[in-house]
């Protein structure tokens, strides 16, 4: 008498039909479709690569000497319509600073250095925390300059930012630095007397003489395997206004909320001049403004995360080198991890 299949066997039997069916009927239609997809993905992401690397030279100065900060638009999207094209370039170099940053760590030789600069509500936080979540923080060190302290003004103006530099294998990312220096103590002289320099030293080539200053750190940097990026977010004073009017206005931005802003404000021409002047002075091959037009938060953020791609790519980065000596240790490691298990 035949024996009724017990529910495993029933089950067994049933997979067995429908992998019959897969492979001789729908497989090679299912595997049509991830190569259609595959190819869908790979031509998505060069033409993302693509934009990544038409963002990043957009804005550049790398030679100061004819730089207008007139001649660069605060409300240019250079191209990208949408937020949602924004997101997706967003997403796609979330995916590539992971794996950059990732090799950047593991080879152990390269820092980076990048500096942010702008005025009042350009959104430095905002794309600090955008572009660089979902990094690993092992990797990544974030330090902000406010006023100095006590110390720090009994030191060269240099000093605080020196001891914050990023270690190999790590990317440092300064919210202000020593630019402001040239910026704000520029524009209000009162604080070049609280740092106790000798007056004869104060003289009308003081800003120069920092220009230089700061040239000379940076190529020592960059000589060092310390590659330096900075940016300056250009918000356009207008939507300075209506971005503290909102602070203002909705009760969950009112914390942000700061008069002193707003007094920063009527200096808003001085501090113009400042940084013209300023990049003027320190745009170099080496380490190159990238001035980037702030009014529109989510092109902003796809443009940073692009030049900070870019960047990376420059390096040309991989995992180290295993040699032939190191492999035979790594086998033997792996046969006595695979001996545990019996
Ligand atoms: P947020 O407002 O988002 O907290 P922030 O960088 O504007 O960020 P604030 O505490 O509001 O922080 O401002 C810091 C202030 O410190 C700025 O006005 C800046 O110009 C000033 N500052 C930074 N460095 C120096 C310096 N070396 N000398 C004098 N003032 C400085
Ligand atoms: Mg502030």
New binding site residues.
């Given amino acids: 008498m035949a024996k009724a299949p017990n529910v495993t066997d029933e089950g067994s039997y049933r997979g067995h039909r429908v992998l019959n069916k897969l492979t001789s009927k729908n497989l090679w239609k299912i595997g049509s479709l991830c190569a259609v997809a595959a190819f869908a993905v790979k031509q998505l992401s060069m033409k993302l690569g693509k934009k990544t690397a038409k963002l990043a030279v957009a804005f550049r100065v790398d030679d100061g000497k004819s730089f207008r900060l007139k001649d660069f638009d605060p409300t240019d999207r250079n191209g990208l319509e949408s937020k949602q094209e924004c997101a997706e370039l967003l997403q796609h170099n979330f995916t590539q600073l992971t794996d950059l940053q990732d090799k950047l760590y593991a080879q152990d030789q390269w820092a980076v250095l990048l500096i942010f600069q702008a005025m009042?509500a350009a959104g430095?936080?905002g794309v600090i925390k955008h572009v660089f979540s979902g990094v690993n923080p092992q990797g990544c060190e974030v330090s902000?300059?406010?006023?100095?302290s006590g110390e720090?003004l009994n030191h060269d103006?240099l000093w605080r930012t020196t001891k914050r530099l990023p270690e190999r294998g790590r990317i440092g990312i300064f919210?202000?630095s020593?630019y402001?220096?040239v910026?704000?103590?520029r524009v209000?002289q009162e604080?070049l007397a609280k740092e106790h320099l000798p007056p004869h030293l104060i003289t009308k080539n003081i800003w120069r003489e920092r220009f230089e200053d700061i040239c000379n750190l940076e190529s020592y940097l960059t000589r060092n395997g310390i590659l330096v990026r900075k940016f300056f977010l250009n918000v356009s004073k207008e939507e300075q206004r209506r971005r503290f009017l909102k602070r203002l206005e909705e009760p969950e931005k009112n914390w942000?909320f700061?008069e002193?802003?707003v007094r920063?404000r009527q200096y808003w021409d001085d501090y113009m001049a400042a940084y013209e002047d300023m990049i003027r002075n320190t745009a170099t091959k080496e380490a190159p403004w990238y001035v980037v037009p702030a009014d529109h938060k989510w092109s902003m953020h796809a443009t940073v995360s692009s030049t900070i791609i870019e960047t990376l790519k420059e390096l040309k980065l991989s995992y180290p080198k295993v040699d032939a000596a190191r492999s035979k240790e790594l086998e033997a490691a792996r046969k006595a991890l695979l001996k545990e298990k019996d």
Avoid: C
């Fill in positions: 009042d430095k936080d902000s300059f406010k006023q100095p720090e103006f919210n202000r020593y402001e220096e910026l704000v103590v209000h604080f942000k700061s002193a802003d920063e």
